[in-house]
């Protein structure tokens, strides 16, 4: 088994423990917070989109060698080595996104439930931006794999955010209900299925967040892209992994995708659409808080990280 499909396989495997099919009653729905004056804490930092406030929450993060076949998804390992020059390590930020968009408290996937290694950091993080994970009302998941979903269900199997609705791209919920039960994630599944509503690609999915289908990653991999005024953010997902990699050298196959054509021309397309529209980018696994541009050097690309 690759190290991704242990990733995903032991968050799903977490959630399924316990008594995921009997979730508690949810709490009564409450107004959302007013925000405080001053968000200071370590592993948060607010943002604007415009009028949208905004979030990075750190989860967690996940680290290893380049050169470790058994660990890294890129085969070419001595272009990868290069690339990172002498450090050689590997390392994954895990952030969800925060947006409080007119009355909604959406949250963007759910980190890995401190499952894989991760320090599980999501709920204090959620709670230190004045936000309850009862007041949350929408989970927009980019994807099923378990550094995304596996903050969904608590250690005694319940629904973290009881009173959200869980959006997904229709392929991607497909995907998640095949792979479900090689995963041991049943009852996981049973707890969710009710909250679930899934979308088509390009869905306007809350007032201000729109579903961008990003192929290759998984079979209904999404992006999100989050409009107000004449600003806008993209929630890229796994379409990359590494500020370095990803970007420098983004026709390198990564084996965590399930479809790696796809996954290369995504990455390419991003690029190009980042680089000459000046996009600002969200990359939920580049370094906390993940918020940069893309910008063309000689005959590539490099990332631009916010200061
Ligand atoms: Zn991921």
């Known amino acids: 088994m690759t190290f991704y499909a242990r990733?995903?396989?032991?968050?799903?495997?977490?959630?399924?423990?316990?008594?995921?099919?009997?979730?508690?009653?949810?709490?009564?729905?409450?107004?959302?917070?007013?925000?405080?004056?001053?968000?200071?804490?370590?592993?948060?930092h607010a943002f604007r989109i415009g009028q949208i406030q905004a979030v990075a929450l750190k989860d967690g993060e996940m680290s290893f060698a380049a050169a470790d076949?058994?660990?890294?998804?890129?085969?070419?390992?001595?272009?990868?080595s290069r690339l990172l020059g002498a450090d050689g390590q590997v390392h994954l930020s895990i952030q969800p996104l925060l947006v409080r968009d007119?009355?909604?408290?959406?949250?963007?996937?759910?980190?890995?439930?401190g499952q894989m290694g991760t320090e599980g950091k999501l709920l204090a993080?959620?709670?230190?931006?004045?936000?309850?994970?009862?007041?949350?009302?929408?989970?927009?998941i980019s994807h099923a794999h378990g550094?995304?979903?596996?903050?969904l269900a608590g250690k005694d199997g319940a629904l973290t955010f009881p009173n959200a609705t869980i959006r997904m791209s229709e392929a991607e919920w497909a995907f998640a209900r095949a792979g479900a039960a090689d995963a041991g994630a049943g009852p996981l599944l049973a707890a969710m299925?009710?909250?679930?509503e899934t979308f088509q690609p390009?869905?306007?999915?809350?007032?201000?967040?729109?579903a961008v289908a990003l192929a290759g990653h998984t079979p209904g991999h999404t992006g999100y892209e989050i409009v107000s005024g004449d600003e806008r953010l993209l929630y890229i997902g796994d379409a990359m992994h590494s500020p370095v990699i990803s970007v420098q050298a983004p026709e390198l196959v990564n084996g965590w995708d399930s479809d790696a054509a796809a996954g290369v021309r995504s990455r390419q397309g991003l690029l190009s659409r980042g680089a000459s529209g000046d996009l600002r980018v969200y990359g939920v696994h580049f370094p906390f808080p993940g918020l940069g541009r893309f910008q063309r050097r000689d005959d590539g690309f490099v990332w631009a990280p916010e200061d």
């Open 7 to 44: 990733l995903a396989a032991a968050s799903l495997i977490l959630a399924a423990m316990g008594a995921a099919a009997c979730s508690p009653e949810p709490e009564t729905q409450k107004a959302a917070p007013t925000p405080p004056a001053v968000l200071s804490h370590p592993d948060i």
């Open 69 to 80: 076949r058994e660990m890294s998804p890129w085969s070419d390992t001595a272009e990868v």
């Open 102 to 113: 007119a009355d909604r408290v959406v949250l963007i996937d759910t980190g890995a439930g």
């Open 125 to 140: 993080s959620l709670r230190a931006a004045g936000v309850e994970p009862g007041q949350v009302t929408d989970v927009l």
């Open 147 to 151: 550094d995304h979903v596996g903050g």
């Open 193 to 196: 299925t009710p909250k679930v």
């Open 202 to 210: 390009g869905a306007q999915v809350t007032p201000s967040i729109q």
